[in-house]
C-alpha cells in the first residue's frame, strides 16, 4: 500500500487543525462500533465466509414511516466488518412471504419500489452530505447522494462498489463491500461517522425500516443519524482510477426534402478519465475528452406551446463525481453548459469545516442560456470556450453554513463572469434561514443579436435593422455592445415541524444578471412567496398521511410592471397500494407575450389574463409487477403563439409493467390539446415506449420508441403559418453489458423519421450505428 505524500499529509493536519470538528450523528441515536478485521469475502451473497462469525450484529427494529417509530414488522439483521481498505456489510432479511418479494434485475438506479436494504453515512459526520448505498434481492445497486444544505437528493452520482444479493426459504440476503476509495472523509486516525442502517420493505404500503428513531418534529434528516465508530489508522492507498474509453459510431442524415441526398461520416472518439483520491478527503479528477455519447434517449419532452427552454440533465461522469460540492441554493453551474471539452480538471477537498471545489474545462464551442422574464432560448456562438468554476463553503457548525461561489464562461470577445455567496442557519429543529447573493458581469460579441433574430431573411452576417429582422427577447437581451452587469438575490424563512409547514420567499434578478454557466432562465424579476401546509398521520386507516397546503406569490419586473400573480391550493393522501394522490386549484393572472415584440416594456404593451385551472394526479401499485400513474391538468391557459386565452386540457398516463422480473415494459403517453374561441387549436400526443429485457445482472438489451404527433388549425393562427401536421419517430435498441458504472460495452442502433405538410409520411432522416467500450483500471 503506498502512503500519501508527506506534503499532502502537512498540508491537510495544519487545516484541520485550524478548525473544529462539527458532529452532527448523536450516540443517543444508535451507535455501532465496527470490528476491524483483515480478512476479505467474495461477494456472492452466500455469507459462508467464518469472517461474519466476527462481525459486529444489529437489528432494524423500527418503523418510521408510515409508521411514526412504531415495532417493525418484518425481521432484519445486519452484521457489519472492516478491513484496511473496506467496508462489509451483511443483511438478513427475513420475510413471512417470501413469494410477495418485490425485485427486479434492472439498470441500476432503478430499483426505488423494490425490497431494498442498504446505508446512508455522513463521513463528516456534519449533517451536510450523505451517501446512500441500497441493494435489491438480486443485487442490483442504487446509490445516490443526499444534500441537506440544498435539500436534495440526486442518484446521478455513480461509485464502483459491490453487491450480490440471493433469495432464500425465510426471504433474501444481500452482502456489501464498500471500498473506503468510493468515499470522501476526513484525514484522521479516528473515523466517526453519522449512519442509518435501512430496509424499504413494500407491501400495501411501503414500510421504512431502521435502527433508530426519526423525530418528525425536526426538519433536518442527516443531524438525526446514529455514530458509527471503530474504523481508525486507515493508510491511504494508491486510490488511482484510470478509465479509458473508445466510442465509434456512423451517422448519415438528409434533408427533410423529397430529393434530399444521404450524407454521412464516421467518428472515432477516444477519451480518457482519470481519478485520484490525493487523500481521503481531496479529489483530483481530470478527462481528455470525455465522452457524451447517448446510450440511452432522453425522456421525451413536448416543445409546444413552450416559452422557456427546455432542461436536459448532466450524464458524463467527470462532471458528476463529486458534484455536490459546487452546489448552492440556486443552479449556478449546470455542466451541460459545456457541450464539447476537448479536456477539463477538477480538484474537490473537505479538510475539517472547509469545503473546496475547483473545476476547468474548455468547449469547442460557446453556448449558453439566454434568459428573459417572458421567455428564454439557447445560443451557440462557433468560439472555442473556457470554462471555470470554484467553490468554498465552511460550516461554523451543524446549524450555521456560509459558502462563496466562482463562475467564468470566456471566449475570443465574450464573457460572463459571475461572483456569489450564500448562507444557511438553523437555529434549531424547526427553523431554517437561507439567502444567496450574486452578481455578474458579461460581454456578448458583436453581432450575437443578429444571429438569434427569427426572420430567415436576415443571415448571421447582416447588418440589419434589428426592427426588420423578427426582434424577439433574447435579441434584445443580447443587443448590447457594451458589458453589462447585474445581480441576484434571495432570502427563504422555513418552519417546519411534525404537522405543520410555513415558508416565505423573496427573490429579485436584475434585467442585466447572467449566469452562463448555470442554468438561470428568467431575469428582470421580483418574486414574493408566501405559503404554508398542515400534515395529519391518520392511524388504522387506508390513509397514512394527509397533507393540505396553499401559496400565494406575485411577481414584477425591476420595472416595477406586473408580470404574475398566483394562488394555489393543494391536498395530497398516501395510503394502500403505495399510492399518492393529489388534486388542486390554481387562479393566476399573468402577461402574455408582448404586442410589440421591439420593445421589453410590459404596461401598454401585454394583455393581463385571467386563468383558473385545475388538476388531478395518482400513481399506485395494485400488484408487485405493476404500476400505474395519471397526470390530468384542465382549465385557462395562455396561447403564447397568439397571445389569447385558451382552454388547455392534458392527459399523462403511464404505465410499468414487469412482465418477469427480468423484463420491463414502460409506457407513458402525453395528450394535450388548446381550444380558443373559434376553435381547437392544436392536438398534440407524445408516446414513448421503452422495452428492456436483463439478461442477468450485467447483460440487458433495450428498446425505445419516441413518436411526437401535433395537428395545427393554421387558420387559427394570427401571426403565422406552422404546419398543420407534424410527426417525428425516434427509435433505439441497445446491447449493453455493465461490469460497473465505468466499465461498460454498448452496441446500439438509433433514427429518427419525420413529417410535414410537405413530406405527409413519415421519412427517415437520420440513422447512427455506435459502439462504445470503457474500462475501469483501479490501481
Known amino acids: 500500500m503506498k502512503k500519501t505524500t508527506l506534503f499532502a499529509q502537512s498540508i491537510s493536519s495544519i487545516l484541520f487543525a485550524l478548525t473544529f470538528c462539527v458532529h452532527a450523528g448523536q450516540e443517543q441515536q444508535f451507535n455501532i462500533d465496527i470490528p476491524s478485521i483483515n480478512a476479505d469475502i467474495t461477494v456472492d451473497g452466500e455469507l459462508s465466509e467464518p469472517v461474519w462469525q466476527q462481525a459486529i450484529s444489529t437489528q432494524l427494529t423500527i418503523e418510521t414511516s408510515p409508521g411514526e417509530n412504531t415495532a417493525a414488522p418484518v425481521t432484519t439483521e445486519v452484521k457489519l466488518f472492516a478491513s484496511d481498505s473496506s467496508l462489509y456489510l451483511a443483511f438478513i432479511a427475513?420475510?413471512?412471504?417470501?413469494t410477495q418479494i418485490r425485485a427486479n434485475l434492472s439498470d441500476r438506479d432503478n430499483i426505488w419500489g423494490d425490497d431494498l436494504v442498504g446505508i446512508k453515512l455522513d463521513t463528516f459526520n456534519d449533517a451536510r452530505l450523505a451517501y446512500q448505498f441500497f441493494v435489491n434481492a438480486?443485487?442490483?445497486?442504487?446509490?445516490?447522494i443526499e444534500n441537506e444544505l440544498t435539500g436534495d437528493e440526486s442518484d446521478a452520482w455513480d461509485g464502483i462498489w459491490y453487491s450480490a444479493g440471493t433469495r432464500t426459504d425465510s426471504g433474501y440476503q444481500v452482502e456489501i463491500?464498500?471500498?473506503f476509495r468510493v468515499l470522501n472523509f476526513a484525514n484522521i486516525a479516528e473515523q466517526k461517522w453519522g449512519v442509518e442502517l435501512l430496509r424499504f420493505y413494500p407491501r400495501n404500503e411501503e414500510h421504512r425500516l431502521s435502527t433508530h428513531r426519526i423525530d418528525r418534529n425536526d426538519s433536518c434528516q442527516l443531524c438525526q443519524l446514529g455514530v458509527l465508530t471503530g474504523i481508525s489508522d486507515l493508510e491511504q492507498h494508491s486510490d488511482v482510477q484510470i478509465t479509458p474509453s473508445f466510442v465509434v459510431n456512423r451517422n448519415s442524415q438528409r434533408p427533410h426534402t423529397v430529393d434530399g441526398q444521404w450524407q454521412g461520416d464516421n467518428n472515432i472518439e477516444p477519451s480518457l478519465d482519470l481519478r485520484w483520491g490525493v487523500t481521503p478527503n481531496t479529489l483530483l479528477s481530470a478527462t481528455i475528452n470525455p465522452d457524451f455519447s447517448q446510450v440511452e434517449a432522453d425522456a421525451g419532452q413536448l416543445e409546444i406551446n413552450n416559452t422557456f427552454a427546455l432542461y436536459y440533465p448532466e450524464k458524463r461522469a467527470f462532471f458528476l463525481d463529486n458534484k455536490d460540492y459546487f452546489d448552492t441554493q440556486l443552479d449556478l453551474l449546470h455542466t451541460r453548459n459545456i457541450g464539447s471539452p476537448d479536456y477539463g480538471l477538477k480538484l474537490t477537498s473537505k479538510v475539517g469545516n472547509h469545503t473546496f471545489a475547483t473545476l476547468l474545462a474548455n468547449d469547442i464551442n460557446t453556448r449558453f442560456l439566454v434568459p428573459g422574464n417572458l421567455s428564454s432560448d439557447l445560443a451557440t456562438v462557433e468560439q472555442k470556450s473556457q470554462n471555470f468554476a470554484g467553490r468554498y463553503r465552511y460550516d461554523f457548525n451543524k446549524k450555521l453554513s456560509i459558502g462563496a461561489l466562482a463562475t467564468a464562461k470566456t471566449s475570443d470577445d465574450y464573457h460572463n463572469y459571475v461572483t456569489s455567496l450564500d448562507v444557511k442557519y438553523q437555529p434549531n429543529q424547526q427553523d431554517t434561514f437561507t439567502g444567496q447573493y450574486v452578481f455578474s458581469d458579461t460581454q456578448y460579441p458583436l453581432g450575437l443579436a443578429q444571429t438569434l433574430c427569427s426572420n430567415s431573411d436576415c443571415l448571421p452576417d447582416d447588418a440589419c435593422d434589428l426592427n426588420e429582422?423578427?426582434?424577439?427577447?433574447?435579441?434584445?437581451?443580447?443587443?448590447?455592445?457594451?458589458?453589462?452587469?447585474?445581480?441576484?438575490y434571495f432570502a427563504?424563512?422555513?418552519?417546519?415541524?411534525r404537522n405543520w409547514d410555513f415558508q416565505t420567499y423573496y427573490q429579485s434578478v436584475g434585467k442585466d444578471f447572467r449566469a452562463d454557466l448555470g442554468f438561470i432562465e428568467k431575469v428582470d424579476f421580483n418574486k414574493f412567496l408566501i405559503g404554508g401546509s398542515y400534515t395529519w398521520y391518520p392511524i388504522n386507516s387506508g390513509v397514512n398521511k394527509v397533507n393540505l397546503s396553499s401559496n400565494w406569490d406575485t411577481s414584477y419586473n425591476q420595472a416595477a410592471e406586473k408580470l404574475e400573480q398566483e394562488a394555489e391550493i393543494q391536498l395530497e393522501f398516501e395510503g394502500l397500494w403505495q399510492s399518492y394522490t393529489a388534486f388542486g386549484l390554481v387562479n393566476r393572472q399573468r402577461v402574455g407575450q408582448r404586442q410589440n415584440s421591439a420593445s421589453l416594456n410590459i404596461e401598454g404593451n401585454s394583455q393581463m389574463f385571467t386563468e383558473n385551472s385545475g388538476w388531478f394526479y395518482v400513481n399506485f401499485k395494485p400488484s408487485r409487477t405493476l404500476f400505474l400513474e395519471l397526470d390530468v391538468d384542465y382549465g385557462d391557459d395562455i396561447d403564447f403563439t397568439n397571445d389569447q386565452l385558451g382552454t388547455k386540457f392534458v392527459l399523462n398516463p403511464g404505465l410499468q409493467w414487469n412482465v418477469t422480473d427480468a423484463i420491463k415494459l414502460d409506457v407513458s403517453h402525453l395528450y394535450r390539446t388548446m381550444d380558443v374561441e373559434d376553435g381547437r387549436l392544436f392536438t398534440a400526443n407524445l408516446s414513448d415506449l421503452r422495452l428492456s429485457w436483463h439478461l442477468d445482472i450485467h447483460n440487458f438489451i433495450r428498446v425505445s420508441s419516441v413518436y411526437?404527433?401535433?395537428v395545427r388549425d393554421p387558420n387559427l393562427y394570427l401571426y403565422s403559418q406552422p404546419n398543420q401536421k407534424q410527426k417525428d419517430l425516434g427509435n433505439e435498441i441497445l446491447y449493453g453489458y455493465k461490469l460497473n458504472p465505468q466499465s461498460v460495452f454498448y452496441l446500439g442502433y438509433s433514427d429518427s423519421f419525420k413529417s410535414t405538410d410537405a413530406i405527409a409520411s413519415l421519412m427517415?432522416?437520420?440513422e447512427t450505428y455506435f459502439m462504445k467500450v470503457s474500462y475501469a483500471f483501479i490501481l
Open 492 to 497: 427563504k424563512y422555513t418552519h417546519a415541524n
Open 469 to 488: 429582422c423578427g426582434v424577439n427577447e433574447r435579441v434584445l437581451r443580447t443587443n448590447s455592445t457594451d458589458a453589462i452587469s447585474g445581480s441576484m
Open 764 to 766: 427517415k432522416a437520420e
Open 138 to 144: 438480486y443485487g442490483v445497486q442504487l446509490d445516490s
Open 177 to 179: 463491500k464498500l471500498p
Open 94 to 98: 427475513t420475510d413471512p412471504n417470501p
Open 708 to 710: 411526437t404527433h401535433i
